[in-house]
């Protein structure tokens, strides 16, 4: 998978990450002279020297800056850093030193451990150990409630687990398409009309980032026809969704996909 963000500091270099949840300090965060790290507690010893450094957001005083280039000349520095926001300190430190640097980045698609590509050139990091996937999610409304699925045990992902109807989108085949197609297939259903197309979502599951195609669709039937990918269905509430074991990503699209379709009804409704 690549994953565009900004490139900060020029320059390309490539090796394992170490992956801090908080924002981090170089002053007082590194010892300078091993290029181990100091904090976080629980990763304290941890070296640097050679990684790919990632943290969401740089903090503490400006020597911070200096402490990076101090790393760089006694040969303890990462090799670059990725960021979900770069700020001064850290940005100054990494063109100093030379180290490339890239942000807006989502911290949650990376793993501890992850082989990564950081190009600062491109704005890029690049992890080849994991594939990139498009699905699309499909979310049917009838009413008040939404429709869930339970996946059966002869699919190939998240068997058990409910979802909205879902399928991979083909080569050469756009994401709209696969929807009206996979709502056929698996349900019968020809006349579902269209309300909303979601803003695609990221999801890591292993190795494998799914990227969600999200889509609200209205029906006038509850009663559908399911398929070999499914064992059961239901029509719920929203707010019953958390009762369920569903595949991951499934609350996000479905709470993003209602809050536009609420959003519109308001607006049309202030039009009278």
């Not at 009663?223 to 595949?247: K, N």
Request: charged share 25%; glycine share 10%; hydrophobic share 40%.
């Amino acid at each position: 998978m690549i994953l565009k963000g900004r490139g900060i500091s020029r320059g390309r270099a490539e090796g394992n990450l170490v992956l801090i949840q908080s924002p981090f300090s170089f002053l007082g965060g590194i010892d300078t002279k091993t290029g181990s790290l100091l904090v976080p507690e629980e990763m304290k010893g941890r070296q640097i020297a050679g990684r790919v450094l990632v943290f969401p957001v740089g903090k503490g005083s400006t020597v911070g800056s200096y402490t990076i280039l101090e790393l760089k000349r006694a040969g303890n520095s990462p090799v670059a850093i990725v960021n979900e926001k770069a700020e001064p300190i850290v940005a100054t430190g990494a063109v100093m030193a030379g180290l490339p640097l890239v942000d807006k980045i989502d911290l949650s698609l990376l793993r501890d451990g992850d082989y990564a590509i950081v190009d600062g050139n491109e704005g890029t990091v690049e992890i080849p150990g994991v594939v990139e996937k498009h699905v699309v999610s499909c979310i049917l409304k009838k009413g008040d409630r939404i429709l869930i699925l339970k996946r059966s045990e002869k699919v190939g992902t998240f068997r058990g687990h409910w979802a909205g109807v879902s399928g991979f989108v083909e080569k050469g085949e756009m994401p709209l398409e696969t929807a009206f197609k996979e709502i056929m297939e698996e349900l019968g259903i020809n006349n579902a009309k269209l309300v909303k197309t979601g803003t695609p979502l990221m999801i890591r599951s292993g190795e494998i980032l799914w990227t969600i195609h999200p889509y609200l669709f209205n029906v006038d039937e509850s009663r559908v026809t399911t398929d070999w990918e499914h064992t059961e269905y239901r029509w719920i509430l929203p707010s019953e969704l958390a009762s369920y074991e569903i595949v991951p990503g499934l609350d996000n699209v479905i709470s993003s996909l209602l809050a536009s379709d609420r959003n519109r009804k308001s607006q049309n409704d202030s039009e009278y």
